[in-house]
Nanobody, 125 residues
Framework: QVQLVESGGGLVQPGGSLRLSCAANKFTRGAIAWFRQAPGKEREGVVCLNPSDRTTHYADFVEGRFTFSRDVAKNTVFLQMNSLKPEDTAAYYC????????????????????WGQGTQVTVSS
C-alpha cells in the first residue's frame, strides 16, 4: 500500500511561486501524478510522470509554469509552481498507481488508486 503525504501549500500573491512536496513510503514503477480540485469543479490532472521511462505529461493550462521533479532517494516528488494565477487556486493532490502508464496529458483521476490528503494552494492579492 502506497501512502502519500503532501505539503507546501499556502497563500501566495499572483505571479508568485510555491513548491509542493509529496512524500511516499514507497513509489513503484507506475505513474505518479499531481491533480488539483477547485471548489465546485472536478478533479483535474496537472502533470503525470512515468518513472519507467521518465516521460512527463503536463496539462495544457500549465503553459510551462510548473515543473515536476523527483528525489528518488527520499521517495519524494515535487511540483514547482511559478507565475501563479488566481485560477490556480485549488486543493492539490498527489497520486500514484503501480500499474498505470500515462500516454499523454489526458490522464484521469479514476485511473489512480493511491492518493494523498491534499494541500491547499490559494493565489490571491
Amino acid at each position: 500500500q502506497v501512502q502519500l503525504v503532501e505539503s507546501g501549500g499556502g497563500l501566495v500573491q499572483p505571479g508568485g511561486s510555491l513548491r509542493l512536496s509529496c512524500a511516499a513510503n514507497k513509489f513503484t514503477r507506475g505513474a505518479i501524478a499531481w491533480f488539483r480540485q477547485a471548489p465546485g469543479k472536478e478533479r483535474e490532472g496537472v502533470v503525470c510522470l512515468n518513472p519507467s521511462d521518465r516521460t512527463t505529461h503536463y496539462a495544457d493550462f500549465v503553459e510551462g509554469r510548473f515543473t515536476f521533479s523527483r528525489d528518488v532517494a527520499k521517495n519524494t516528488v515535487f511540483l514547482q509552481m511559478n507565475s501563479l494565477k488566481p485560477e490556480d487556486t485549488a486543493a492539490y493532490y498527489c497520486a500514484s498507481d503501480f500499474e498505470l502508464y500515462c500516454d499523454d496529458s489526458r490522464f484521469s483521476a479514476s485511473d489512480f488508486r493511491s492518493w494523498g490528503q491534499g494541500t491547499q494552494v490559494t493565489v490571491s492579492s
